[in-house]
């Protein structure tokens, strides 16, 4: 299969260099007869339509259970009454307390602590008070943390800049101090009407007064004497600068037709900074890809530094500081609290833990990686017993202060990026590869067939196809004048070194090809494999593999070409692979479609190494549409490249730069085809 030739003559480089361009493959066929394929595509994908489908009648039942096991007592039918005589329990408690401060609310709860998650339930309808006392405000703070080793990303100067407000400097100068007030929504009511629910239910509101003129905050007060922040997907937060202690209420709205039960939330205060946060903008973490029973996924450049710097070493020496939630997007009990970090770790769907980062119990495997462009640290989420074709929403999320969490801890109630969402596969014949020993850099789902290799066996055989192409292709290599004067070098502007590593990133993207499901519609997807079986040995109709296929338009209709006559089981380029010998006849996947590798793979493999190795791209109009894919100036999926993740923004889109620059030179500079 392989050629294995260690000492070559200039002939059998040559040879090698050949062999090597058959995987540009099957396209030995057309150059035979000057024939050609189809079109370029430049569609963008947008398959990720949202769709919230499907109530979980369940919901109340499973809500009631997670309040329980919370030690959450659930306001029922005639409940009231026991969150009457709580109250109560918690007022006499706090009855001297509030004399002390001259409160005049009877009815207020007392805040037990700074940096503490004052967990309550409440009624549509009604408004529970809460006093933060004057005490507590005055009270030490907490000891800081050492924080994560830097700012995330480039967001780091604003990030230090919170940082630095904290310990509450403003003490010091008046007798007004910084006061950080957030809530999180942990429960909330859930779907009883007929059909299927399509709004969340509404939000609590919270209310502030720094003032004693004003010691009942809510919807009747004056807003000279209160701000009111409506909760956003189950969080808010406020900062105000007070003197004295302060009463805040929160109010639950009433119920819309088709709801019922209670919320349930967590109000903290501290003097340092916010016991829960939500990012409100930002996903911070990006898709990488799925197969039909998982998701790979992985956080933004943690940092910019270079691996030499200590910052670096920082970020790849901790444990996992983030986590996950997910949830089905037909989970839809769960609408309404995506800001919140207590409401997700009610929800509990899927969840990765800090106590389990082999993901044995949670099915979520987590890791710090250097994989991706830049090489720089991310954390890696491995997400696996999915639903096939289904949608799914998850956020990026840390536990307290990601080293420790809950009362006492500044930042203890955690923090909530944006959703990101995802779909799983359908067909079943691409499986997510990672982790492979000599393309580490390929992360995406490939042609699989679980009947022949299982996914250590698929790694092995890739890892052991490429490393041996790319042992012949050093021989080859060896064979040229790399380390000699400039003037005897192939090139002024590149090196033998720069030579394989275009080799290697062309190798990998090209022999290990990025699989989506047949049924995708994209019509930038190449079909292949079209005359074999599916997984459950069915075909594909006749109709559909004799349609005619005209893949090379530019090619001329010499006598005998096949031009206008191929079908698609006909065209090579439809029915098969373009790595045969792996693909074809190992792994039998059956038809599926290929992300085509981009053609700057191809070009930037032409312009770095010497024209003595023989790599030529195969012109537009003549086989390079069926071969390789463009990128899309908006970023959204249409070719695939190493270290691709997919856009947060653009919907199905890939995070890539264009690069112009590239594409313009290359454009001049390299037309033709050697084989
Ligand atoms: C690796 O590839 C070589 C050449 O193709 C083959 O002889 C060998 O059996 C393969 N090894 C494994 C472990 O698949
Ligand atoms: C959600 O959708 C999946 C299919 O996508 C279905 O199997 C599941 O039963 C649905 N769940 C609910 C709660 O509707
Ligand atoms: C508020 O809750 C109490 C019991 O906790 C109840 O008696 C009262 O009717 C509620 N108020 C409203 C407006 O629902
Ligand atoms: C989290 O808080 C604990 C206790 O407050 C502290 O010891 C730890 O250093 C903090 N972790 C970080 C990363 O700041
Ligand atoms: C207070 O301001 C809010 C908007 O911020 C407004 O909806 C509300 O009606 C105002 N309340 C009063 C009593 O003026
Ligand atoms: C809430 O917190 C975010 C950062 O976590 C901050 O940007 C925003 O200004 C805060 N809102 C208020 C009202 O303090
Ligand atoms: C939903 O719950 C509310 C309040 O508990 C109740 O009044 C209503 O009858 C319920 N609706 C249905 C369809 O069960
Ligand atoms: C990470 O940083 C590199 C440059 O160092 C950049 O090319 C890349 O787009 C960034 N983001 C991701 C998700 O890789
Ligand atoms: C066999 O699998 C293919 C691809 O997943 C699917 O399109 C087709 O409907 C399946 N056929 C049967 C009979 O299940
Ligand atoms: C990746 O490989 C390393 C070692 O080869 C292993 O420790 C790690 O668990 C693997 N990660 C995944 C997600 O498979
Ligand atoms: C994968 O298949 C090989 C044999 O083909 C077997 O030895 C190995 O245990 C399998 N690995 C897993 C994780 O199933
Ligand atoms: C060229 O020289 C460098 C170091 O001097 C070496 O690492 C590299 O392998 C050499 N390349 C070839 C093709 O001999």
Not at 305 to 329: C, G, H, L, Y
Not at 576 to 592: C, E, K, V, W
Request: hydrophobic share 35%; charged share 15%.
């Amino acid at each position: 299969m392989l050629c294995q030739c260690p000492k070559l003559s200039p002939l059998q480089s040559r040879f090698i260099a050949s062999a090597i361009t058959l995987i540009f493959l099957g396209f030995v066929y057309w150059s035979f007869f000057n024939p050609h394929f189809a079109y370029a595509s430049e569609l963008d994908l947008d398959g990720t339509g949202l769709s919230r489908n499907g109530a979980d009648h369940n919901w109340h039942r499973i809500q009631q259970e997670m309040l329980e096991e919370d030690g959450i007592d659930v306001l029922t039918d005639g409940e009231e009454v026991e969150m009457m005589l709580q109250m109560r329990r918690v007022e006499e408690v706090d009855e001297a307390v509030m004399e002390e401060k001259r409160a005049t609310n009877a009815m207020a709860m007392a805040i037990d602590d700074n940096n503490s998650p004052n967990q309550m339930n409440i009624l549509a309808g009604n408004t529970t008070v809460w006093f933060y006392s004057n005490d507590l405000r005055n009270a030490p703070p907490a000891p800081e943390g050492s924080g994560l080793p830097s700012g995330l990303g480039d967001k780091s100067k604003a990030q230090n800049n919170d940082l630095d407000k904290r310990g509450g400097l403003e003490k010091r100068q008046n007798g007004a101090t910084t006061v950080y007030i957030s809530i999180n929504t942990c429960v909330q009511p859930e779907w009883n009407g007929t059909g299927v629910q399509t709004d969340a239910p509404p939000q609590l509101t919270l209310y502030v007064s720094t003032t004693s003129s004003n010691t009942t905050p809510g919807p009747n007060g004056s807003n000279s004497t209160q701000i009111a922040v409506p909760l956003d997907k189950g969080f808010a937060n406020a900062t105000v600068q007070a003197d004295s202690g302060i009463y805040m209420s929160i109010n639950a709205p009433a119920l819309p037709d088709g709801f019922t039960g209670v919320w349930n939330y967590e109000l903290a205060v501290s003097t340092e900074d916010y016991y829960h946060s939500a990012d409100l903008d930002d996903p911070f973490l990006f898709l990488v890809d799925t197969d039909t029973n998982s998701a790979l996924l992985v956080t933004d450049n943690l940092t910019q530094a270079d691996s030499s710097d200590p910052i670096f070493k920082k970020w790849m020496n901790i444990s996992t500081p983030f986590i996950m939630f997910a949830a089905n997007v037909n989970h839809t009990a769960s609408m309404g609290m995506e800001n919140s970090f207590c409401g997700w770790s009610k929800i509990r769907q899927i969840e990765a833990q800090q106590s389990d980062p082999e993901g044995i119990d949670t099915g979520v495997q987590m890791g710090m990686i250097t994989r991706g462009l830049g090489r720089k640290p991310k954390e890696q989420f491995y997400i696996t017993n999915l639903n096939r074709s289904s949608e799914y929403n998850g956020v990026l999320a840390m536990e307290g202060n990601s080293t420790k969490a809950g009362k006492g801890v500044v930042g203890g109630g955690g923090k909530v990026w944006q959703p990101v969402q995802w779909t799983t596969k359908s067909d079943g014949n691409c499986a997510l590869l990672f982790n492979l020993t000599f393309c580490d850099e390929v992360a995406y789902a490939v042609p699989s067939n679980p009947k022949s290799f299982n996914i250590t066996g698929m790694r092995n055989v890739f890892d052991n196809y490429t490393s041996t192409m790319y042992q012949n292709f050093n021989y080859s290599l060896a064979q040229i004048p790399c380390n000699t004067t400039s003037e005897a070098q192939y090139s002024l502007a590149k090196t033998c070194t720069d030579c394989a590593s275009a080799y290697k990133t062309w190798l990998c993207a090209v022999s290990i090809p990025r699989c989506q499901d047949f049924s995708n519609p994209d019509p930038s997807l190449q079909p292949r494999n079209v005359g074999q079986a599916f997984l459950n040995n069915t075909y594909l109709p006749s109709d559909y593999l004799t349609m005619n296929y005209v893949p090379m338009l530019k090619a001329p209709t010499l006598e005998g070409s096949p031009r206008d006559t191929q079908t698609f089981n006909t065209s090579l380029a439809t029915n098969s692979s373009r790595n045969p010998t792996i693909i074809d006849d190992m792994i039998q996947p059956g038809p599926y479609k290929e992300v085509l590798p981009c053609e700057d793979l191809c070009w930037g493999l032409m312009q770095s190494c010497p024209a003595s190795l023989g790599f030529a791209c195969p012109h537009r109009g003549r086989g390079l549409e069926a071969t390789y894919g463009r990128r899309s100036p908006d970023g959204s999926l249409t070719c695939s490249f190493l270290g691709a993740v997919y856009n947060t923004n653009g919907v199905g889109g890939l995070a890539a730069p264009f690069s112009k620059v590239v594409a313009g030179a290359v454009i001049l500079a390299f037309v033709l085809m050697v084989v």
